[in-house]
């Protein structure tokens, strides 16, 4: 269900695009509007440019361009109902979207859980720093965590006794039923409540919108060996571990610049490797990899770099995750640490040099693969070798990319030295595509003799035109630029919107008059581009018109008056749609020029020739008029 448009509306109104950008990128005002280095790619000069007046962005460097909503859709990865709710939010408009995709105006349920959550967290960095907190920030700083790096990450610690949580003060009956729901605390078989994270350093678990919805929780050295190592946060109403990527919070702007992620198994791992400049680092929070997980790295980028143990554990978990990343079409690449090895003893040991050889090393999952069937001893005969090889197989069939299986498989006969063509059937047969393939061709071959080349004709013919005149895109910038003028000057002409060719643009001014006629005024470029949510094609057709027709305007507007701007729309307006029209009329004239041909009829003839006489001064006509523009 789509959001109204009263609320959509109501949000874009209140929010200003060049202070929601700023708070991603350093802008400089050019002129009237502003410039700066584009955030989604590598730049050195400036070439994103941001039009306050119209709600716009425009990169010229990589071609990235929207508005307000797909600007904080794109850098913080949320989707269009979290980035409305977000600005609405910022706006102090009160909106909550409920499950079901309606607005309503109440109160939000889970908000009393989110602040739960907060209050641990804040609870627990103070106590970290607090004398109750010594051995947990030993512990730390042994492990070489510098302040900056759990600063960065909000870690804390949970102390026991009549210091921890559950004792603090302020923390009454009703909220004890807010932190069980939260999962901060929970109770025993006698109905007690206990601290669920006692005595354990705390890693709050930020979502990709920057709340805090969960913990893991790992105890210090020397604690009761009976004990789990790490507690982690149950499931609730904001928490759910397989929609969650540890770390991507901070970790996403470097993930977005770098177009890769690095994925580890655990928190301080995360710690670890941002701590030693790789921030583009993240770990699955507390579960193995999930397609969720996957989802929500695929809003940042498609590519991965898996970074497990060398035990066994870490092994499995390697080929968990390569399958579940090729499925998901992502770029994977795979880095195995030596043996005993984590990354944060690797770090400790190595240093920064020592990972960056490791990530300039990484091999392909089929490497790594291969490698690790290697070690559990398959290749030592000729049947685990035949297995061996249909395992590589069976995961190559995991990628949705034809071409990229074709690739891998030729790897595989590289490396094998087998035909290339055995394993290819072989891969068809696991995927069944031989026989989706046979299948396929014998639909084709009865197409084609069904079918003769006339129907093939029409066919196409019927198909939308995308090609852009000259002639329709002058049109467009005047309709951009100022409606209820454009619309007049084509009135004048007795100018037919159908005469358009290039679907984009028809629809643009069929949705540009509209508005005008039944709001009488003419709709912005913000208004335009949610009418076209959904049509990424349209939407920059009309982002690329406004950016070229602003730096048009902004010469024009030196020079001329509002008088002679006016006029030199009226006039553009005119000449552009003249131009479409004498272009139909021509195709006309020859249409009736070779009908005459084969025409007996002497009445029908002559009925012809009028038409024909009749076209040509139209055209005639049309050409005086662009002739007078002085513009």
């Known amino acids: 269900m789509r959001t109204s448009d009263d609320i959509v509306e109501r949000v874009r109104n209140a929010t200003n695009i060049v202070d929601v950008v700023s708070e991603h990128v350093r802008l400089r005002k050019r002129g009237k509007n502003y410039l700066g280095l584009c955030p989604f790619h590598t730049e050195k000069t400036p070439s994103f440019n941001v039009l306050e007046d119209k709600g716009i962005y425009k990169c010229f460097g990589c071609g990235e361009a929207g508005d307000v909503f797909s600007f904080v859709m794109k850098i913080e990865g949320l989707t269009f109902p979290e980035t409305l709710a977000k600005l609405a939010k910022s706006a102090g408009i009160d909106y909550v979207r409920s499950e079901r995709g309606s607005e309503q105006k109440s109160e939000d349920k889970t908000e009393p859980i989110i602040n739960a959550c907060r209050d641990f967290a804040a609870f627990c960095y103070r106590a970290l720093r ?37 004792h603090s003060d302020g923390i009454s009956n009703k909220k004890l039923q807010i932190y069980e729901q939260a999962g901060i605390i929970s109770k025993n078989e006698r109905g007690d409540y206990y601290d669920r994270f006692r005595n354990r350093v705390i890693f709050p678990i930020i979502n990709q919108t920057g709340r805090i919805v969960g913990f893991g929780g790992r105890i210090l050295p020397g604690s009761n060996k009976e004990l789990a190592k790490y507690v982690n946060s149950p499931e609730t109403p904001i ?5 969650i990527l540890y770390g991507l919070f901070q ?134 070798s035949a297995r061996a090889i249909r395992s590589l197989v069976e995961t190559i069939s995991k990628v949705p990319d034809t071409i990229k299986q074709e690739f891998y498989i030729r790897r595989i006969a590289d490396r094998f030295q087998l035909m290339e063509s055995t394993l290819l059937t072989e891969l068809r047969k696991i995927t069944g595509r031989e026989k989706r393939e046979v299948t396929r061709k014998k639909v084709e071959n009865s197409i084609q003799e069904q079918n003769s080349q006339q129907e093939v004709e029409r066919y196409e013919s019927h198909l939308p035109s995308l090609a852009l005149s000259r002639a329709e895109q002058e049109l467009l910038k005047t309709f951009l630029e100022d409606t209820a003028v454009a619309y007049k000057a084509a009135i004048e002409l007795d100018f ?63 020079q001329l008056s509002a008088t002679d701007i006016h006029e030199r729309l009226v006039q553009s307006a005119q000449q552009s749609a003249a131009s479409i029209m004498s272009q139909a009329l021509e195709k006309r004239l020859v249409k009736l020029q070779q009908d005459i041909r084969i025409i007996t009829d002497e009445m029908e003839m002559s009925k012809i020739m009028e038409d024909i006489l009749a076209t040509a001064q139209q055209i005639r006509d049309l050409k005086t008029l662009k002739a007078q523009t002085t513009f």
């Open 251 to 384: 970790a996403k702007d470097a993930i977005r610049k770098q177009d890769y992620a690095i994925l580890v198994e655990g928190y301080a791992d995360v710690l670890a490797v941002s701590q030693a400049g790789f921030e583009n680092v993240i770990a699955a929070a507390g579960t193995s990899l999930t397609t969720e997980q996957l989802n929500l790295l695929r809003r940042y980028t498609k590519t991965i770099v898996l970074l497990f143990d060398a035990d066994l554990a870490g092994k499995n978990a390697a080929l968990r995750g390569i399958e579940l990343a090729l499925a998901a079409d992502f770029d994977v690449s795979c880095i195995v640490l030596p043996v005993s090895e984590d990354p944060d003893s690797y770090l400790r040991k190595e240093g920064s040099e020592g990972f960056e050889r490791q990530l300039a090393q990484k091999t392909s999952f089929i490497e790594t693969k291969a490698k690790l069937l290697k070690e559990q001893g398959l290749f030592n005969s000729p049947e685990g």
């Open 496 to 558: 037919d919107i159908s005469l358009i060719e290039n679907e984009y643009v028809k629809s643009i001014l069929i949705t540009c008059i509209r508005s005008y006629e039944e709001n009488g005024e003419a709709p912005s470029v913000a208004i335009l581009l949610e009418a076209f949510r959904d049509d990424d094609a349209v939407r920059k057709m009309i982002i690329d018109t406004s950016v070229a027709d602003e730096k048009v305007s902004e010469e024009w507007d030196s």
């Open 239 to 243: 928490y759910h571990k397989s929609n």
């Open 130 to 166: 607090s004398e109750s907190g010594f051995p947990a920030m030993k512990y730390l700083l042994d492990r070489d965590f510098t302040e900056e790096i759990l600063k960065k990450f909000g870690v804390g610690f949970a102390p026991e006794g009549d210091g921890s949580f559950l």
